[in-house]
C-alpha cells in the first residue's frame, strides 16, 4: 500500500513539472484551479491526520484549459479515465467538455461543476450533476505540492 501512495506521488510530482502553464507564459494570473488534485474522503482505512483518506484518483487541471482524471489501478498501473477541456464559467462554477472517456455516459458531453476553494487554494470541493441519478455528487480533493528543497 505504501508503494502505491510512493508511486502516486513520483506521478503527481512528475506531471506537476510537465504541466504548461500557458496563463503564465502570457502573463495572466493562472487560475487558482490549475495544479494536480487528488481525492480524499472522510474515512477510518488509510486515515492520514485528521482522518482524510487519500484515494488513488486524480484531477489534472492545465493552464491550457484542458482536464484529466486519473485513477491508480491495481498492480500500480494508473489509467486516465476521462480527458477533455475546461472553461471557469464563475467564481463557484467550472463546466468540463469531456471529449473522451472510459465510461460511455460520460463521453462526450459537459459536465457542469460547482467548486470551492478553501482560502489556502489546498483544497477544492466539487459537486457535479449525475444525470441518471439526478443528484449533485460531492467530492473532496486536495492539491497536489511538490515540497520546497531543503537548503
Known sequence: MK???LLGCLLAAGLMFALPFGAMAQGKTPSPLVGIWQKVVKGSGN???DGIEYMFEFKVLRGDGTFYNMNMLDGGMTSIRDKGVYQITSDSTYVERI???AFDMFKNRDSKMKYRLSPD???LYTEW???ALKLWMPEL???VVVPAEEM
Open 99 to 101: 471529449t473522451g472517456s
Open 47 to 49: 486515515v492520514i491526520g
Open 121 to 123: 487554494g489546498q483544497t
Open 129 to 131: 450533476y449525475h444525470d
Open 141 to 143: 480533493w486536495m492539491k
Open 3 to 5: 508503494a502505491y501512495r
